[in-house]
Every structure is written in structure tokens, then in C-alpha cells.
């Protein structure tokens, strides 16, 4: 093991997303056998969280993890949030940084999760029932704040988030993002149809956004739902191929970061979060 995976476990919570290798690929680049991260396929997400801290926990490194499969780590990422997380007192539970995320036209905090350890026996309890929030992961983190714990944003950005997404998991991402994130339609709006005629990404996202809009029933983080069935012959459109090694050398994670242009609207819509530059 290196230095810093003596530190650090390392889990990756899928649910079978295109860019899980790219993702594990991304993380072994920084030190870690591939025999040393775990990846958590567990539905619904409520129960992932749980099986992810079980696995910290046993393993009882000081700090644990969490990545979701459909984000790709930007290199020295891990070694740089264990030297931010080192800096907090023993009662921040958990920081996370930032993400560019293709959907959203810039960058926001989501899919990485950096936890000490020592408080994941609270954040189980605290983890809430399947079906009570759509966003549980949020939901727990709030229940450990209002117990007096400390989780931080820390201004780094990680790495992507949601590129070379298959078509399916595009389109379920976006239904869900119609109930969660309702009042950012203009800057979807925005955002997908400037890209749309040349990236059918995009195309599905707004086919799922308009069906999560209409779905008024019982809505839960779990892939199995029937309402997240997509079929993308429907529409004229081929689900894309496993990514295959040509394509995964050709994702060069940095020079996306660094010739981003973030959307306008964006910085409207999330006025608090530093600039692209200050983050970096």
C-alpha cells in the first residue's frame, strides 16, 4: 500500500454507470491497488450508504472515501482532500469538494463524499428510511449537523461529473433532477440547448427532465423503478457502447477542467460558489 492508502479506504457506489472503470482507472493512478477499493453496487442509494460506511468502518482507516462511479478523480485529488480533511477538528464528520458537472454547466458539490471514520457508527443511525427524502445522503448529514457534527465544502474541485454517461442512466439522472432541483429549469434551459444539436447527451436529458416533471407518484434513489425504464430506440437514438480502452485513454480530465467555459446562468443560479479559477 502507499502512504496515503494507509489512510485513506476507498469506495466507489455504482449502479453500473459507463465510466465506473474510467472512474476505478482514475483512482489506481493515485497509489491504490485495484484489490484495495471497494465498490458498492447495493439499491436503493439509502442502502448503499449504509453497506459503504459498514465497509469503512471494518476496514478502520482514518478516513473513508466515498465516490460515486459516474464521477472521473483529476490527478492528486485524493492526496489533496486527506491534506484538507487534516486540517478540520475531530468534529468535522465528513468534507466534499467540488465537481464540473456536464449538466449542469459549471461546477457544483456532488459525488464525493470524504469521511472520518470514527463518526460512521452515528452516520448509520442517522442514515433516514428508505422513502422519506429523495435526497438521503443530504438528509443524514443534516441529522449529524443538528447533533452537533461539522461537514464542510471545501473549495477544490475534484474532478467530472456525469461525462460519458450511457443514455439510460442520462435520462434517469434527470428525471430525478426535475423533483430535486425543479427551480433551475431556466438554467437547464439554457445549458441544453445550446448544446443539444451537437451532443444528443443533452437530448436525453431534457426527454428525462420532461418525464420526471410529469411523474406526481412515490419517487426513490433506486435504479429498479419502473418510471426510470428508458429506451432510447424509441427516440431514433443507440445506446452508446461500453467505453473501450481507446476511449478511456483519450479522457483527459484536466484539460476538460482547464478549458471549461462555464455557463452564464450558472453563475446567476449559484452566485455563492467561488469561480472555476478559485476552486481549481
Given at each position: 500500500?502507499?502512504?496515503?492508502s494507509?489512510?485513506?479506504?476507498?469506495?466507489?457506489?455504482?449502479?453500473?454507470?459507463r465510466t465506473?472503470?474510467?472512474?476505478i482507472?482514475?483512482?489506481?493512478?493515485?497509489g491504490?491497488?485495484?484489490?484495495?477499493?471497494?465498490?458498492?453496487?447495493?439499491?436503493?442509494?439509502?442502502?448503499?450508504?449504509?453497506r459503504s460506511?459498514?465497509?469503512?468502518?471494518?476496514?478502520?482507516?482514518?478516513?473513508?472515501?466515498?465516490?460515486?462511479?459516474?464521477?472521473?478523480?483529476?490527478?492528486?485529488?485524493?492526496?489533496?482532500?486527506?491534506?484538507?480533511?487534516?486540517?478540520?477538528?475531530?468534529?468535522?464528520?465528513?468534507?466534499?469538494?467540488?465537481?464540473?458537472?456536464?449538466?449542469?454547466?459549471?461546477?457544483?458539490?456532488?459525488?464525493?463524499?470524504?469521511?472520518?471514520?470514527?463518526?460512521?457508527?452515528?452516520?448509520?443511525?442517522?442514515?433516514?428510511?428508505?422513502?422519506?427524502?429523495?435526497?438521503p445522503e443530504?438528509?443524514?448529514?443534516?441529522?449529524?449537523?443538528?447533533?452537533?457534527?461539522?461537514?464542510?465544502?471545501?473549495?477544490?474541485?475534484?474532478?467530472l461529473?456525469?461525462?460519458?454517461?450511457?443514455?439510460g442512466?442520462?435520462?434517469?439522472?434527470?428525471?430525478?433532477?426535475?423533483?430535486?432541483?425543479?427551480?433551475?429549469?431556466?438554467?437547464?434551459?439554457?445549458?441544453?440547448?445550446?448544446?443539444?444539436?451537437?451532443?444528443?447527451?443533452?437530448?436525453?436529458?431534457?426527454i428525462?427532465?420532461?418525464?420526471?416533471?410529469?411523474?406526481?407518484?412515490?419517487?426513490?434513489i433506486?435504479?429498479?423503478?419502473?418510471?426510470?425504464?428508458?429506451?432510447p430506440s424509441?427516440?431514433?437514438?443507440?445506446?452508446?457502447?461500453?467505453?473501450?480502452?481507446?476511449?478511456?485513454a483519450?479522457?483527459?480530465?484536466?484539460?476538460?477542467?482547464?478549458?471549461?467555459?462555464?455557463?452564464?446562468?450558472?453563475?446567476?443560479?449559484?452566485?455563492?460558489?467561488?469561480?472555476?479559477?478559485?476552486?481549481?
Amino acid at each position: 500500500m502507499s502512504d496515503i492508502s494507509d489512510k485513506v479506504k476507498i469506495i466507489v457506489r455504482t449502479v453500473g454507470e459507463r465510466t465506473l472503470g474510467a472512474c476505478i482507472n482514475a483512482i489506481e493512478r493515485q497509489g491504490f491497488d485495484r484489490d484495495e477499493i471497494a465498490v458498492v453496487n447495493s439499491v436503493p442509494f439509502s442502502e448503499a450508504l449504509r453497506r459503504s460506511f459498514e465497509i469503512g468502518i471494518n476496514v478502520g482507516r482514518d478516513w473513508t472515501f466515498c465516490v460515486d462511479a459516474d464521477v472521473i478523480l483529476r490527478e492528486g485529488s485524493i492526496s489533496k482532500m486527506l491534506a484538507l480533511a487534516e486540517m478540520m477538528g475531530r468534529d468535522t464528520c465528513e468534507i466534499q469538494g467540488y465537481v464540473l458537472d456536464k449538466f449542469f454547466g459549471g461546477h457544483r458539490p456532488a459525488g464525493n463524499h470524504f469521511y472520518r471514520t470514527e463518526h460512521l457508527g452515528f452516520a448509520i443511525s442517522n442514515i433516514p428510511p428508505e422513502g422519506i427524502d429523495i435526497r438521503p445522503e443530504y438528509c443524514m448529514l443534516q441529522s449529524l449537523r443538528s447533533h452537533g457534527l461539522r461537514w464542510e465544502q471545501v473549495p477544490y474541485l475534484v474532478g467530472l461529473h456525469d461525462f460519458y454517461q450511457y443514455y439510460g442512466d442520462i435520462f434517469r439522472k434527470n428525471f430525478v433532477q426535475a423533483r430535486k432541483h425543479a427551480y433551475l429549469r431556466s438554467l437547464f434551459d439554457a445549458v441544453w440547448s445550446a448544446a443539444q444539436p451537437s451532443d444528443i447527451d443533452f437530448t436525453v436529458a431534457e426527454i428525462g427532465y420532461q418525464a420526471g416533471a410529469k411523474h406526481s407518484d412515490f419517487l426513490s434513489i433506486d435504479k429498479r423503478l419502473a418510471c426510470f425504464a428508458f429506451s432510447p430506440s424509441e427516440y431514433d437514438i443507440r445506446e452508446k457502447e461500453e467505453m473501450n480502452l481507446s476511449e478511456l485513454a483519450s479522457v483527459d480530465v484536466e484539460k476538460i477542467i482547464r478549458t471549461w467555459q462555464v455557463a452564464h446562468e450558472h453563475s446567476i443560479f449559484f452566485p455563492e460558489i467561488p469561480s472555476l479559477t478559485k476552486i481549481v
